[in-house]
């Protein structure tokens, strides 16, 4: 009995279909999504001189202690997924680490080591266009936040150091000095991000499905992203200025 061609087609791509499906669903393993996890870097240097009025090539009390150039922040944020329809809506919180070195000033030269350290925490929310990653491997992130800078500023010998207080006589000239309140706090502020995360699954898929079905996670990101900080307790006349504008590079993990 003779099969036509055309019969025999729907036979011929079925059998290749169900010898193709092992190889298909070994690289298009999903678990559920339900959290993700960051760890970026970005140089950072606090804005603590804008508060004064200097003198063009007059150099702040912070750049003639620490210098001008930028030091790491690490900043490492886990989120729980919101929405996941329209893209990703996530809420979560982010802790960081920062510190310099520097030459604390006594009558005007620096002379004693000196260091400031950082700890700023935050909570966000963040929302990701991922909605087309399949296809385009470039998922636009925005992000706003709460942040709050935990600092201190130690001594050579390790321990916090304190601010002097000056007395002036009646034409503005420092009489005396004498130790003031110690040199840590907390400082208030916000934040708001945008950036660009590449899909690196896009790029090996077979190592992305490996990683899923091991590790449950389901997509690894390359991070690239700007971030606007405004750490001044909104604005207050008494308040360090700890703000900058970062520019974060890492890895993010959809788990």
């Given amino acids: 009995m003779k099969v036509s061609m055309w019969r025999a087609r729907p036979v011929v791509l079925l059998s290749l279909a169900l010898l193709a499906a092992p190889a298909a669903a070994q690289i298009q393993v999903d678990t559920s999504r339900s959290n993700n996890f960051e760890l970026k870097f970005g140089g950072y240097m606090p804005e603590i001189d804008s508060e004064f009025s200097l003198a063009e090539g ?6 003639r202690v620490f210098g001008g150039s930028s030091e790491t922040l690490t900043l490492a944020v886990w989120e729980a997924h919101i929405v996941n329809e329209w893209g990703t809506l996530a809420a979560g919180l982010g802790g960081g680490y920062w510190n310099v070195a520097g030459k604390g000033i006594s009558s005007g030269e620096a002379t004693d080591t000196t260091e400031m350290t950082m700890w700023p925490v935050l909570a966000q929310l963040s929302y990701r266009f991922d909605l087309i990653q399949d296809y385009l491997p470039i998922v636009p992130v925005f992000r706003i936040g709460l942040d709050y800078y935990m600092w201190e500023i130690l001594r050579g010998d390790g321990e916090t150091a304190r601010f002097s207080e000056i007395t002036l006589d009646a034409q503005g000239r420092a009489t005396s000095t004498a130790p003031g309140a110690e040199a840590k706090g907390g ?8 950036g660009l995360h590449i899909l690196l699954d896009y790029f090996a898929p077979q190592m992305a499905a490996d990683f899923d079905r091991d590790a449950g996670v389901n997509h690894s990101y390359l991070v690239l992203e700007y971030h606007h900080a405004q750490i001044d307790d909104f604005g207050s006349a008494e308040s360090f200025r700890l703000g900058d504008d970062l520019y974060f590079f890492g890895l993010a993990l959809d788990l």
């Fill in 187 to 194: 400082t208030w502020g916000w934040h708001g991000a945008i």
């Fill in 58 to 63: 007059q150099r702040g009390p912070y750049e």
